[in-house]
């Protein structure tokens, strides 16, 4: 059967809506002749009759202030417990000059809170026997916090600080050994790769030392030099003669590869890594083995100047860049940091003079345009940073010149714990075996070009060859009487 519809007439809805109105005026009615209608009392006020109507008047308004000064008074001295609160339970925050979150201007969570960041930092410093500090290769000076490993020196606690040079695939080798010669005068520094692999479990992990590996083993996703950081670790744990296990914390600015790190010891992704700051929101403990515990703590920018080194912090990607107010300074201090004929050939762009220049020819390039065809200066310069971040933009600083100096007597007396001497040896004996052998592989492949009456031999240099690449030369040379000119390169 079809439903009827509910649809009326406006006539016979006029005649309902007039008759439920009447109904309402009649029980109205109705109830003021029983007496039991409800009627709202009114507050008629003071009359205008009374003779003291002005006194009573600022009587009520004395009273009204007073209630609204205990109020703040009562939130002012609540105010001031939280503080005294806090400054109970951070009492070591002045000291360290202020603790700045990844994202101050942008978390709105009560985790992510500068407070709450800071606590799980103070944490890891206060809970671990040994401190990695984990710097960043192309700018290891900008990525140090000097007054907060003072502060730890200062403290009295019997903590070591060793420094982990991240991310050393990204500079070239000279300026890695000039780094480690000038970092090394302060406390014990370790070259260091992390691993870039995607799988859960067995994380590639190279054999040899960061100082004598190619260029083939520094651009493969396995990490290197993390054999030499947990022979350091291992060798402190023997020599301080500690029963029981030692904790490792590991701090830093963010995105400098801290969980990185952790994964690459421990051969699995146990810690959360990514791209974006502000991916490690708590502390995480990992058990690397039976003796050693690594604690993981949330990435902190310690300044001094927050104004002043807001820059800095946004080109160290300690911010994301969708949070970004103004992403166009930032890029302006790319370009003045970089060779403006690298950018030309990175981005394929003609000869430009300012950076409105370049990110104008960028965004004509890329087609981000707005409506009208106007460039988006904004998002190409949003498309640079991101570059910046991954990479892509070669970067990278020198130390100092600074005059030779000895070790100081800090790095000495650690040296004794941590076996810095034996470790180092080891490191420069692998150097110089490497060294001996690409001279012999060289001295046998100049033998046979010789027996084989070569007309002619190219330059190569030792350090670009290594055991495999020599034996594949000597192959090809014996297996073949005549090859093209150019083919081998020796020095002698």
Known sequence: VERQSKRV??????KIEKRAKEAQRKSRREARKNGTG????????????????????????????????????LAKSAEQRARAFDSANDGASDSWDGARDVQESAVTTKDNSRRAYYREFRKVVEAADVILEVLDA???????AKHVERFIMDSGARKRIILVLNKVDLVPREAVEQWLKYLRNEFPTVAFKASTQSQRQNLGQGNVSVSVASESALNRSESLGADNLVKLLKNYSRNANLKTSITVGVIGFPNVGKSSVINSLRRARVCTVGATPGVTKSLQEIHLDKNIKLLDCPGIVFSRNPTKDSIETLLRNCVKLELLDDPISPVEAVISRCNPQQLMILYNLPMFQTSQEFLLLLAQQRGKLKKGGIADLEGAARSVLQDWNNGKIPFYTMPPATQRVQRSELVTAWGKEFDLNALMGESDQSALAAAKTGATGIAMV?????????SAIS???????????LARRLRQLTMMHGFMRGKLNCVY
């Open 9 to 14: 007439s406006c006539s016979q809805r006029y």
């Open 138 to 144: 192309r700018d290891p000076i900008g990525c140090r």
């Open 459 to 469: 330059m190569l240099t030792i350090a670009d060859c290594n055991n495999r690449q």
């Open 446 to 454: 100049c033998s046979a070009a010789r027996m084989l009456q070569c």
């Open 38 to 73: 409800s009627k709202v009392k009114k507050d008629p006020g003071i009359p205008n009759l009374w003779p003291y109507k002005e006194k009573l008047l600022n009587q009520i308004e004395e009273s009204k202030r007073k209630r609204a000064g205990s109020m703040q008074a």
